[in-house]
């Protein structure tokens, strides 16, 4: 069982930058993949970031891509996601997954879900 729960959402204006965290329990973090994703209300949750159980290997939704950076530091159980410029389209509720079936971008693909943390443009 891993638990997550994210936290570093919140108010941003256009080109700001928030970093997301996402902290894990258990003793088996660092055998899971570890993806993010985002999802607006009435729509489907929408892939974000995907990293590597070792953190070498990562990979980006285009419309991220250049903009969000995800790391984990496995000996404190924590995934991350930085994003900078952000846009008024990342107004979204984002959430961070585990899972074991390698560098997957499919929401069905992850096992355990955080509970969220919204991020929100302030105008």
């Known amino acids: 069982q891993v638990q997550l729960v994210e936290s570093g959402g919140g108010l941003v204006q256009a080109g700001g930058s928030l970093r997301l965290s996402c902290a894990a329990s258990?003793?088996?973090?660092?055998?899971?993949?570890m993806g993010w994703f985002r999802q607006a209300p009435g729509k489907e949750r929408e892939f974000v970031a995907v990293?590597?159980?070792?953190?070498?290997?990562?990979y980006y939704a285009d419309s991220v891509k250049g903009r969000f950076t995800i790391s984990r530091d496995n000996a404190k159980n924590t995934v991350y996601l930085q994003m900078n410029s952000l846009k008024p389209e990342d107004t979204e509720v984002y959430y961070c997954?585990?899972?074991?079936?390698?560098?997957?971008?499919?929401?069905?693909?992850?096992?355990?879900w955080g509970q969220g943390t919204q991020v929100t443009f302030s105008s």
């Open positions: 997954a585990a899972g074991r079936i390698g560098m997957s971008t499919l929401p069905n693909h992850y096992s355990y």
């Open positions: 990293i590597s159980w070792s953190g070498g290997s990562t």
């Open positions: 258990g003793r088996t973090f660092s055998t899971y993949t």
